[in-house]
C-alpha cells in the first residue's frame, strides 16, 4: 500500500505538552499539506510544503504551531504547549505537484489528537 | 468567510431514494473536487471537475460543475446504505495552486 500515511492515529496529551505528528507522502509526491478538522465540519487549511520549503503557511496559527518537511523523512506538524482547542483531527495530503487543476491531493487516515 | 457552502448540511433517506447536495460559491474556481469521509478516516477523493459545464458520472453518482465554476452539485441515485457518509466539496483557485478551500460537507444518512 503505497497511501499516505500518518501516525500516530490517535494521540493524547495534556495541557502544555507537545504534540508531533507525522506524515509520510505517497511514493513521488513531493507537495504535502496539513489541514485540522473539526467535529462535523470540512477541512481548514494549514500549510503547504515542499521538500525542505514551507510554500503556504496563511492557515496556521501563529504561535505554537510549526511544520517542516526535510529531505530525508517525513513531514513533521509539530504543536508546542497544546491547549484544548488544538483537539482536533489533523490530516496530511500529498500531490506530485502543485493542487489545483493540475493535480490531484491525497489523504492520509489522520491523527487525531486529544488534549487532556 | 465560508467560500464554499454546501447544503443541506445533514440528510437522511430511505434506501432507493435519490438526492442531490449542493456546493456554492461567488468565488470562481478552476478545479472542484468532490470527496467522501467516513468516520475515523481521511477524505478519499470521488472526482475532479475542472470545465465550466462539465458532467461526471461515477456509477449512481452524477458530478456536475457550473457553467461559471462557482458551484456544483452531486446527484446520487438509488442511494444505498453504502453510501452513507460525509461528502466534501473542496474548490482550488488558480492564484492559490496547492491550496484547496473545503465546504463543511453534507453528512448523509442513508437507512436501509
Known amino acids: 500500500n503505497a497511501g499516505v500515511m500518518q501516525n500516530p492515529r490517535h494521540l493524547v496529551r495534556r495541557r502544555g505538552q507537545e504534540a508531533r505528528l507525522r506524515c509520510s507522502p505517497m511514493k513521488g509526491h513531493s507537495h504535502v499539506y496539513w489541514y485540522r478538522q473539526l467535529p462535523e465540519e470540512g477541512l481548514k487549511f494549514m500549510v503547504y510544503l515542499q521538500k525542505e520549503n514551507i510554500i503556504d503557511e496563511s492557515g496556521m496559527p501563529k504561535e505554537r504551531f510549526s511544520a517542516e518537511f526535510p529531505k530525508e523523512g517525513p513531514s513533521i506538524l509539530r504543536i508546542q504547549q497544546v491547549v484544548r482547542g488544538d483537539s482536533a483531527a489533523y490530516f496530511c495530503a500529498s500531490s506530485r505537484r502543485a493542487g489545483g487543476s493540475t493535480d490531484t491531493q491525497y489523504f492520509g487516515p489522520g491523527t487525531r489528537l486529544t488534549v487532556l | 468567510t465560508q467560500l464554499l457552502e454546501q447544503s443541506p448540511q445533514f440528510l437522511s433517506i430511505q434506501e432507493g431514494e435519490n438526492l442531490t447536495v449542493y456546493c456554492n460559491s461567488s468565488s470562481v474556481f478552476s478545479s472542484l473536487q468532490w470527496y467522501r469521509q467516513e468516520p475515523g478516516e481521511g477524505p478519499v477523493l470521488l472526482v475532479t471537475v475542472v470545465t465550466g459545464g462539465e458532467v461526471k458520472k461515477l456509477k449512481r453518482l452524477t458530478f456536475q460543475f457550473g457553467d461559471a465554476r462557482k458551484d456544483s452539485s452531486l446527484h446520487i441515485t438509488a442511494a444505498q446504505p453504502g453510501d452513507t457518509g460525509l461528502y466534501l466539496c473542496?474548490?482550488?483557485?488558480?492564484?492559490?495552486?496547492?491550496?484547496?478551500?473545503f465546504g463543511d460537507g453534507t453528512t448523509l444518512t442513508v437507512k436501509p
Open positions: 473542496a474548490g482550488a483557485r488558480g492564484t492559490n495552486a496547492g491550496k484547496s478551500t
